[in-house]
């Protein structure tokens, strides 16, 4: 289901955004993760490392997971917990085996133009898991507070 408007989700200790799948909502990430009482007391630096590892997440859900498919949604949850914040994409893909990513630090990688999304999400987050199914992939990265 698609919707040209994001939609929030609050309960508990989580957030969820939910937006189209479009390279142009990525812009609406940072006011999101803004808007997050445990994100905003962070050191810019880490809030930092979370807004870029949430963009690579949500384009690599749109780009290759969805096609650019603006009939599909990407859903973004973020958790706050007491020493961490865990966030989770969701997309509606085949899925991905992470292992099978070529190391962008390969010097026969080190000229391509994309495929280091899942190095830095690796590379910024405290742990990061990647759960595929028949249904979809959902990342989940893990930042320290």
Same mark, same amino acid.
């Given at each position: 289901m698609?919707t040209?408007f994001s939609?929030?989700?609050?309960q508990?200790?989580?957030?969820?955004?939910?937006?189209?799948?479009?390279?142009k909502?990525?812009?609406?990430i940072?006011?999101f993760?803004?808007?997050i009482?445990?994100?905003?007391?962070?050191?810019?630096s880490?809030?930092?490392?979370?807004?870029i590892a949430?963009?690579?997440? &949500?384009?690599?859900?749109?780009?290759h997971a969805?096609?650019?498919?603006?009939?599909k949604?990407v859903?973004i949850?973020?958790?706050c917990?007491?020493?961490s914040?865990?966030?989770s994409?969701k997309?509606?893909?085949t899925?991905?085996k992470?292992e099978?990513v070529p190391?962008?630090r390969?010097?026969?990688?080190?000229?391509?133009?994309?495929g280091?999304? &899942?190095?830095?999400?690796?590379?910024?987050a405290?742990?990061?898991q990647?759960?595929s199914?028949?249904s979809?992939?959902t990342?989940v990265?893990?930042?320290n507070r």
């Amino acid at each position: 289901m698609s919707t040209a408007f994001s939609t929030y989700s609050h309960q508990n200790e989580k957030t969820t955004l939910i937006i189209p799948s479009d390279t142009k909502r990525i812009a609406e990430i940072e006011p999101f993760i803004s808007s997050i009482d445990c994100c905003t007391s962070l050191p810019q630096s880490n809030l930092f490392n979370i807004l870029i590892a949430l963009t690579e997440a &949500v384009n690599n859900a749109i780009v290759h997971a969805h096609k650019s498919d603006h009939t599909k949604n990407v859903e973004i949850t973020i958790e706050c917990k007491t020493s961490s914040i865990v966030i989770s994409v969701k997309d509606y893909g085949t899925g991905f085996k992470p292992e099978d990513v070529p190391d962008p630090r390969d010097e026969s990688n080190l000229l391509r133009t994309h495929g280091r999304g &899942v190095f830095l999400m690796r590379q910024l987050a405290s742990n990061v898991q990647f759960n595929s199914s028949s249904s979809g992939t959902t990342t989940v990265m893990h930042f320290n507070r």
